[in-house]
């Protein structure tokens, strides 16, 4: 049983009128539907990035006395290699904990001191 409904509705996506056969239809064409589609999603992925990198906040690593390669990039803003180089040029002390390599807090605040 099909209806004969003819509405005037405008396309969510490009804000073009177009008439629609149905209550529920929100796009004019089914390549408007699906780059709503994948605007819609594409948020969703930018949504749970933002959640994941706010978790590990800044004000958490500087109260760490000891810290990793990666807390020492995430509070100086800089790459892992770049902090490498300090050490191997000898701007920044470092200790070696099995495989892992890590930089006292004071050494960090030493940088800005100088």
Request: hydrophobic share 30%.
């Amino acid at each position: 049983m099909s209806s004969n409904i003819r509405i005037e509705k405008t396309c969510m996506y490009c804000g073009e009128f177009f008439i629609a056969k149905t209550t529920v239809t929100k796009y004019c064409s089914d390549n408007c539907a699906k780059r709503a589609y994948k605007k819609r999603k594409r948020q969703e992925k930018l949504q749970t990035v933002d959640t994941s990198s706010s978790s590990t906040s800044v004000n958490g690593i500087q109260s760490k006395d000891f810290l990793s390669i990666q807390d020492a990039c995430k509070l100086l803003g800089t790459s892992r290699w770049t902090i490498y180089r300090m050490i191997d040029r000898k701007q920044l002390t470092a200790a070696k904990l099995g495989r892992r390599t890590i930089i006292r807090r004071t050494e960090i605040d030493k940088l800005f001191q100088a």
